[in-house]
Structure formats: C-alpha cells, structure tokens
C-alpha cells in the first residue's frame, strides 16, 4: 500500500498561486495514475486533476482548467498540483490521491472510488 503526505496548503489571497505537494512512500509515482481531489464542508469529493500512470495524458475539472497544473517528479518521488488564480470556490481541503492497478496506459481516473491509496489532505483557503 502506498503512503501519501500533502503539504503546501494555506491561507491565500484571492488572485495569489499556492503549489501543493505530495510526498508517496512504498511504491514510485510513477507506477500509478494520479489524481488530486477537494472537499469543502458539507460536499461530496470532487475531482480536481489527474495524470495517467504513463504520463503521458492529463485532465483537469473544468472549473479549474487554465488555472491548475498537475506535475510529477519521479526522481523526488512526488505530485505537485500549481495552483493560480485562485478563487474563493477554491476553498477546500485537498487531497493526492493513488489507483495501484495499471490498465490502460492513456486513462485518467476522474471518480474517487477508482483510487485505493489518500493522503490525509491539505486546507486550502482562498480569501475575498
């Protein structure tokens, strides 16, 4: 099983960039598709952006298209998600998330349930 650790979040002015990390132990990134995923109170997790385990493909939530970048570094064996832009509706704890099994190499999974592995999450609060 793969250990996840997000760092990176904070307080933000709206307007300002923030950029998110995540840490994975017990396996390398890229062996995994990847996803990142934001909660706010009282809402259900929603997908924010995604890489495929090939890397070669990615897609983003299209409330966050323009704004967010999803990136890798296999040799820190880390997800980072750059954040600009940002809006107050950004506000959420965001989380990294990791799907062990490796099927086709161009997929990006976009629901939450196709993930195994999370992290504890990061607070994101974007102000007025």
């Known amino acids: 099983q793969v250990q996840l650790v997000e760092s990176g979040g904070g307080l933000v002015q709206a307007g300002g960039s923030l950029r998110l990390s995540c840490a994975a132990s017990?396996?390398?990134?890229?062996?995994?598709?990847l996803g990142w995923f934001r909660q706010a109170p009282g809402k259900e997790r929603e997908f924010v952006a995604g890489?495929?385990?090939?890397?070669?493909?990615?897609y983003y939530a299209d409330s966050v298209k323009g704004r967010f970048t999803i990136s890798r570094d296999n040799a820190k064996n880390s997800v980072y998600l750059e954040m600009n832009s940002l809006k107050p509706e950004d506000t959420a704890v965001y989380y990294c998330?990791?799907?062990?099994?490796?099927?086709?190499?161009?997929?990006?999974?976009?629901?939450?349930?196709?993930?195994?592995?999370w992290g504890q999450g990061t607070q994101v609060t974007v102000s007025s």
């Open positions: 017990g396996r390398t990134v890229s062996s995994y598709a």
């Open positions: 890489m495929a385990w090939s890397g070669v493909r990615t």
């Open positions: 998330a990791t799907r062990s099994s490796r099927d086709n190499a161009l997929r990006v999974h976009t629901t939450a349930p196709e993930y195994d592995s």
